[in-house]
């Protein structure tokens, strides 16, 4: 059993940065493709962005030059690191990790860290 823990989010002013980590323990990481996706006020669970085992980064459009994702396979660590935070990116942030073979998929959730942007 793979465990997902989310960590660094936080109330940041318009303009603000915050960097947020995603921990998972309980398999071997460096095999895992790491999303983070997050969920805002009233809407559906969108991805934000993710990488694989060989370290390709994906961004969603909204993301693309203001959010950097990187993986520090020694520590089982996941890094989002938000710049120039706007208020509509408040929302509960959640890490998923997906363990895949040719056989099986198994994604794996945390229960989130909340970002709020506001003045």
């Known amino acids: 059993q793979v465990h997902v823990l989310e960590s660094g989010g936080g109330l940041v002013q318009p303009g603000g940065s915050l960097r947020l980590s995603c921990t998972a323990s309980?398999?071997?990481?460096?095999?895992?493709?790491v999303g983070w996706y997050r969920q805002g006020p009233g809407t559906g669970r969108e991805l934000v962005a993710g990488i694989s085992t060989a370290n390709n980064a994906y961004y969603r459009d909204f993301a693309l030059g203001r959010f950097g994702i990187s993986r520090h396979n020694d520590n089982n660590t996941v890094s989002l690191q938000m710049n120039n935070l706007k208020p509509e990116d408040t929302g509960l942030y959640l890490c998923?990790?997906?363990?895949?073979?040719?056989?099986?998929?198994?994604?794996?959730w945390g229960q989130g860290t909340q970002v709020t942007v506001s003045s």
């Open positions: 998923t990790v997906r363990d895949a073979t040719i056989e099986t998929v198994h994604d794996y």
């Open positions: 309980g398999g071997e990481f460096g095999r895992f493709a």
